[in-house]
């Protein structure tokens, strides 16, 4: 059974930071693309940021958020500094191959608040 399951969400002071993390099981997790994404309120959901080469982000992440990823704890992280209200979502967690197959999964999501 695949599993991904997200931590580190909460409420926030704009401008700092907090630490995303996602443990995946039940997966080869060194062949998946692993993702954040993020869906606000009335909002479609959104990418963040992928890595399973070269890290991509999208414009809001860029320069503020960082993908990273331990193929030894099957973990993938997110580190947000620099937050803004804007940031304000639920974040899930992704991943994905098309090896023997197209296999995608989600996380339950992680609530970030980013507010005074």
């Known amino acids: 059974q695949v599993q991904l399951v997200e931590s580190g969400g909460g409420l926030v002071q704009p401008g700092g930071s907090l630490r995303l993390s996602c443990a995946a099981s039940?997966?080869?997790?060194?062949?998946?693309?692993m993702g954040w994404y993020r869906q606000a309120p009335g909002k479609q959901r959104e990418l963040v940021a992928t890595?399973?080469?070269?890290?991509n982000y999208a414009d809001s992440a860029k320069g503020r958020f960082t993908i990273s990823r331990d193929n030894a704890k099957n973990t993938v992280y997110l580190q947000m500094n620099s937050l803004k209200p804007e940031d304000t979502a639920v974040y899930y967690c992704?991943?994905?191959?098309?090896?023997?197959?197209?296999?995608?999964?989600w996380g339950q999501g992680t609530q970030v608040t980013v507010s005074s």
């Open positions: 992704n991943s994905h191959t098309e090896s023997y197959g197209v296999h995608d999964y």
């Open positions: 039940g997966i080869i997790f060194e062949i998946y693309t």
């Open positions: 890595i399973g080469g070269p890290p």
